[in-house]
Structure formats: C-alpha cells, structure tokens
C-alpha cells in the first residue's frame, strides 16, 4: 500500500511586546511663591503589546534648594491598557522656601498576562521650577 499521509498540525504564534511604561512630568505653574501651589502631572504610556496591571507612581522627588512640600499619596495601583492606553497621575506641592526645584517620577508595574514586571522607561523629569519669596508690602 500507499504510504500513510502525514499533516503537519500548523499553529501561528504571534510574539507580543512586553508592557512597556513610558512616563512625562509636568508642573503648572513653573514658577511660584512662597505659600503658593504648584500642580504636578505625571502621564504614563503603555507603548507595549500587553496591558499593564498594578501600575504605581510614588509621590514626585524634588531636588534643589527650593522647598516644596504635599501631604498626597503616592499614586496607583492602577491598569493600563495595550498599544498607547494612558494614566494619569497628579499631586498638588506647596511652595515652602525659595529656590530652584526639580521634580522626577518613575512607573513601575506588572504585565497582566504574566506577572512580569513591565518595562519602564527611565525617570519622567520636570523643566527647572522656581520658588520665589514673596514681595513685600
């Protein structure tokens, strides 16, 4: 007899992009009083091909000689879809003292289908504020 045909079982498997977190930082205003409040934004992408679970950002650090000071949490835990899903995060700092101030953050979090941590991107940082004393009367 013949010989018994043979088919290959054919399965397509398609390689995902990690979840992959991609944050900007922004403050308004860019330059205050002393006393006055300063808003800080921090938007966080998913540039991946899988969404991103537990996403967190912990409250902005601030370097300079400007002293700034908020009583909010750190931001998340929170999910962000696939393919440019977005977060956003936001925190309201006081003007304490005079001087420059730099805010940085950072997203960490895990992918959904995996537990993996996701990718992210290096700091997320503001252009340089500036605290000013206010003027006098």
């Known amino acids: 007899g013949l010989p018994a045909a043979v088919t290959p079982d054919c399965a397509v498997t398609r390689i995902l992009r990690p979840a992959t977190l991609v944050a900007s930082l922004g403050t308004v205003p860019s330059s205050l009083c002393e006393g006055k ?10 540039t991946g091909e899988v969404y991103a679970v537990g996403v967190t950002v912990k409250v902005p650090d601030r370097v300079g000689a400007g002293v700034v000071a908020t009583t909010d949490p750190d931001g998340g835990p929170v999910s962000i879809p696939a393919n440019g899903g977005t977060a956003t995060f ?9 001087g420059d101030v730099l805010f940085t953050a950072k997203a960490v979090g895990t992918e959904g289908s995996s537990a993996k941590p996701a990718k992210s991107s290096q700091a997320a940082q503001s252009k340089r504020g500036r605290a000013t004393q206010p003027a006098s009367a």
């Not at 936001?90 to 005079?98: E, I, L, N």
């Open 90 to 98: 936001v925190w309201r700092f006081t003007a304490v003292s005079a």
């Open 37 to 46: 409040d300063t808003t800080v934004t921090v938007t966080v992408v998913n």
